[in-house]
């Protein structure tokens, strides 16, 4: 029955990762050009025109920017907070027709006044990319109501979901932890939704085959949480958490691992190296094709997103108590259960103070019935006990 229950879920996570047929194999970029501004402030122009080729400089610049972390995912606080209301749109990924008459029901409904408008909190992400629409943050605002928040220091969660989310993905569990009086920023993670630049269909500038690219959103991704608890702290929050699905709980970890503010930490699949994620994962196999055909390797593209992959910035990590759940699926193809496993063991040799819950099906199955409900489940349980022993341990921060 075990090896019936692997093939049947295998089969259902094969069909859910190839049934859009809109991503596009690109050519590989180094994307230097993205991270110039740390290159020129960081003093590396000189140090990286000597090396003998555009791998070999893109090598040095990610040993640079572990080595100067702090600089890299170090920011200036925005000055232009403000909350935006407007009408909850889908901006879908995919072209299949049952989401484009979501996405058609919902502008209806808009325009004929039957959709309220809702609060977003709108900022200028102090990590520029060169597309305006992208570089200005979005975030949905979750306010928990007063009387669920009583008797308790004001608590708020920043949630990120996967890669190529629609909107309304992770929207159920902020009002869930609402419920809980605590209150939600669901973060639009960079060149997603709202944010995505309108030459694109899928939010392919997040992860793709220009590795500078990959790498700035991930330093923006990373900034903009940073700055999100910059403005709840301005509304009188005091304890934080952060919550990422997938690609989201890379960036999540890279933030908490740089903010001791995040004391609370959920990770919805989790691995070590992006580049073993980009290289073995059944979403991003059009991808590795585009790395594949320019003749590099698994080892060395792991190299090549050194400075994004949550591996080398475990210690970091560790030096501030936190509250961690790390979630990772039986029969996942996306995030191998190699990696993830990984990650426990790095966590245990770290002495993290974790909990670990597995899924029995694979990483896009999770969405699905009755896994996405096992999976709300142990999100939602965690961070509600989490943020209560946060307040128990610590009433008045």
Known sequence: MQGLYARWMVR?????????????????????DCLQDFIASAGLEEMLAKSPSEEAAMDALNAAIIEQSDDFYGYVRPDDFVLEERCPELFPTNVRPETLRRDAELKR?????????????????????GYPENDRANARWFPAPPENMAGKPKQAIVVMPQWNADAFSHNALCRLFNRFGISALRLSMPYHDIRRPAELERSDYAVSSNIGRNIAACRQAVVDVRCCLDWLESQGYEQFGVLGTSLGSCYAFIASAHDPRLRVNAFNHASTSFGDVVWTGQSTRHIRQAF??????????????????????????????KKVLVIHARYDLSFLEEYSLEVLRNFRELDIDFVSKV????????????????????????VHSAFRQLAEENPHP
């Open 359 to 382: 899924l029995p099906c694979g990483h896009y199955t999770t969405g699905e019935t009755p896994y996405k409900f096992m999976d709300g489940w142990y999100l939602g349980s965690f």
């Open 12 to 32: 259902w996570e094969t069909a859910l990762t190839t049934r859009d047929e809109n991503r596009v194999v690109r050519p590989v970029e180094w994307g230097f």
């Open 109 to 129: 409904k808009a325009a004929a006044g039957q959709i309220k408008p809702v609060p977003h909190l709108r900022f200028t992400s102090p990590v520029r990319t």
């Open 292 to 321: 594949q055909d320019a003749g590099l390797t698994q080892e060395r593209l792991r190299t090549a997103f050194g400075s994004v992959s949550p591996v080398n910035y475990m210690r970091r990590f560790a030096a501030h108590p």
